[in-house]
């Protein structure tokens, strides 16, 4: 069983940037975000396989960018000009398959956007 551990969240202001980290126990083909808001359901943010290729939701794409360092197990979320609409418990995830459903959660992590 694979865990992750997500570090980087808090209180930033509107237009300020956070970066968002996440370390896999082992090696994982797929990894990304999720983030839920009250009441709402949860919704995929970024995604990236093993060889770099990423996806973005259209609600962060030249705003938010994903990474990874395969070495180290561990994929970036690095968000900027962030809105209060970004206000979410952001949740890392891992899946085995290329672009697969999650196989793995981390416990998630807070990110709060105001002034």
């Known amino acids: 069983q694979v865990q992750l551990v997500e570090s980087g969240g808090g209180l930033v202001q509107p237009g300020g940037s956070l970066r968002l980290s996440c370390a896999a126990s082992g090696s994982i083909f797929t990894m990304g975000w999720y983030r839920q808001a009250p009441g709402r359901h949860r919704e995929l943010v970024a995604a990236?396989?093993?060889?770099?290729?990423?996806n973005h939701a259209d609600s962060v794409k030249d705003r938010f960018t994903i990474s990874r360092d395969n070495a180290k197990n561990t994929v970036y979320l690095q968000m900027n000009t962030q809105k209060p609409e970004d206000t979410a418990v952001y949740y890392c995830y891992g899946a085995k398959r290329s672009w697969g459903t999650p196989d793995y959660w981390g416990p998630g992590t807070q990110v709060t956007v105001s002034s």
């Open positions: 990236i396989i093993r060889g770099g290729t990423t």
